[in-house]
């Protein structure tokens, strides 16, 4: 299966989270970065628009101010950090981070790691996490899997299978005792908790299932 990161991927409409666009509709706007170097930062944009708040494109240090919280899309890691590098962007990243919540999907996952391997990269170490890249093959070997959430990720967001989109997915190879696992692929982390921070191999911006952005949006909130 050949899927194209751009477009979202329609779902059968079950267990999208609609309790979280209805809790977030009606408070005040969130300011929710999104970092736009590289990826598919667009898809991003729009379900944070769809769920009532404001999405800010990232792509200078100056873009950072006034924001609740960042997402780190998808994408490729070596031109993201370098892109990163070439804008000035790492070290005020990670100055924000230590301030405000941050959500990583695939490739975003990978640089909120402690440690990267096959082959080993540097990253932001924001979560206690071994990430091993493109673990899941080759985007031939994308796909779309339905996934039985966990109690808390059900308690915290809506009942429901929640529609993953895997696209030359890492693996997360281990978890710290700081990090709590949110979402399994079978045996493996696909969405993992620390503090503040969020990080998730799959791309919930290409289903229609708004649960993540929604949690994120709730840790944003009560971080503030």
């Not at 408070?27 to 898809?43: H, M």
């Not at 919280?69 to 892109?83: A, D, S, V």
């Not at 301030?99 to 490739?107: E, N």
Request: aromatic share 4%; hydrophobic share 40%; net charge neutral.
């Amino acid at each position: 299966m050949r899927l194209n990161c751009s477009k979202p991927v329609a779902g059968n409409g079950s267990g999208t989270g609609s309790s979280a666009l209805s809790s977030t509709s009606a408070l005040s706007s969130i300011k929710v970065g999104i970092l736009a170097l590289q990826g598919d930062f667009e898809a991003h944009g729009r379900v944070v628009e769809e769920l009532g708040h404001q999405p800010v494109y990232v792509r200078q240090e100056r873009e950072l101010r006034g924001l609740d919280g960042l997402i780190i899309p998808g994408g490729e890691t070596t031109t993201m950090l370098k892109l990163l590098q070439d804008e000035g962007l790492f070290d005020p990243l990670m100055q924000f981070a230590e301030r405000h919540p941050v959500m990583g999907t695939c490739a975003g996952s990978i640089l909120m790691a402690k440690e990267v391997v096959s082959p080993a990269q540097n990253s932001f170490g924001w979560m206690d996490l071994t990430v091993e890249r493109n673990a899941y093959g080759r985007q031939a070997r994308s796909s779309i899997r339905s996934i039985e959430p966990t109690p808390e990720f059900v308690e915290r967001t809506a009942p429901g299978r929640l529609e993953a989109v895997f696209i030359r997915a890492p693996i997360i190879r281990h978890v710290g005792e700081a990090a709590a696992v949110l979402l399994r692929d079978g045996s493996n982390p696909i969405l993992v908790e620390q503090g503040r921070h969020l990080a998730a191999t799959f791309h919930p911006e290409l289903s229609k299932d708004r649960r993540l952005h929604g949690l994120f949006l709730d840790k944003i909130r009560s971080s503030g």
